[in-house]
């Protein structure tokens, strides 16, 4: 199992599509924080000039940490576009490669196949959210420095600077947990069509489906959106609020953990029961 997940992650590692994620990531959070460095910190002016009537601010609020913050809170819906790109490719890409007999005729079962491609799919999120996560946070704290952090979420609130570093860390552990949901359903769809565009259309199509019902205030969607996965798909962002509400993060983690276990499930199940014609 250990050789095939290798090979696997060598595939996918080989394939110039795996990187065209790492490159708009580094083409964007640049871009974006090299103009927030040139804005001079406006935008935080704005946002806070109704209160400096009656409050004094003290110390350099416009600092690495809110504009990291803001650059996690921006992507989190373009990152499963890219993320699917890959994830969609999996199962998908042997079918359009014309390779699906060759790896099948292996003296190794269907089902350790496809955990290898799955464990591959994983590995390439989770670096990927890191990649992110390093270099939004790296590059903001070489452009901004650091400080006491400024929280623009339902009201104000101002985290100490030594409260900080932990947030960010278990907030890009929770974003890389929510963004493998996203590659399983990726992979889900990959698991039965023939091109690799057909998973990332699919993810993308549930994804801004379950936003629109998320966000529109009906009655009738109240129901549905407490199952709806786009609930907490950002359920990062609970880590900036203090206290922590452990509880709801722990409920969004069950929550999205059983979206990731049925797409896995439903994809292996279409998958060794799959007639390979090709």
Not at 115 to 124: L, S
Not at 161 to 167: E, H, K, P, T
Not at 172 to 184: E, F, G, K, V
């Amino acid at each position: 199992m250990l050789r095939l997940t290798y090979y696997e992650l060598l595939k996918t590692f080989l394939k110039k599509r795996t990187y065209l994620g790492f490159l708009v990531v580094l083409v964007i959070v640049p871009l974006v924080e090299g103009a927030l460095k040139l804005e001079g910190g406006r935008f935080l002016t704005r946002a806070l000039r109704s209160l400096s009537q009656n409050f004094i601010f003290v110390g350099n609020l416009f600092n690495a940490w809110f504009v990291a913050q803001q650059v996690m809170n921006s992507l989190w819906v373009q990152i499963p576009l890219l993320i699917a790109f890959v994830a969609g490719d999996q199962l998908a890409g042997e079918a359009t490669g014309g390779t699906y007999r060759l790896i099948l005729i292996k003296p190794v079962s269907r089902t350790r196949i496809f955990f290898a491609k799955y464990i591959a799919t994983v590995v390439y999120t989770v670096l990927f959210v890191s990649f992110l996560g390093v270099l939004s946070v790296g590059l903001a704290l070489a452009l901004f420095g650091g400080g006491d952090m400024i929280v623009l979420m339902k009201g104000i609130l101002i985290l100490p600077a030594n409260d900080v570093v932990w947030r960010f860390i278990v907030g890009y552990i929770l974003a890389a947990w929510t963004m493998t949901m996203m590659a399983s359903f990726a992979f889900f769809f990959s698991s039965f069509v023939e091109n690799a565009i057909g998973p990332i259309v699919g993810t993308m199509g549930i994804l801004i489906v379950a936003t629109i019902i998320t966000i529109i205030p009906v009655e009738s969607f109240d129901t549905l959106r407490d199952i709806l996965f786009t609930k907490y798909i950002n359920i990062w962002q609970k880590c900036f609020q203090d206290p922590v509400p452990w509880d709801e993060i722990r409920f969004g983690l069950m929550h999205t953990g059983a979206y990731i276990v049925a797409s896995v499930l439903c994809a292996w199940t279409i998958f060794v029961r799959k007639d390979i014609l090709s």
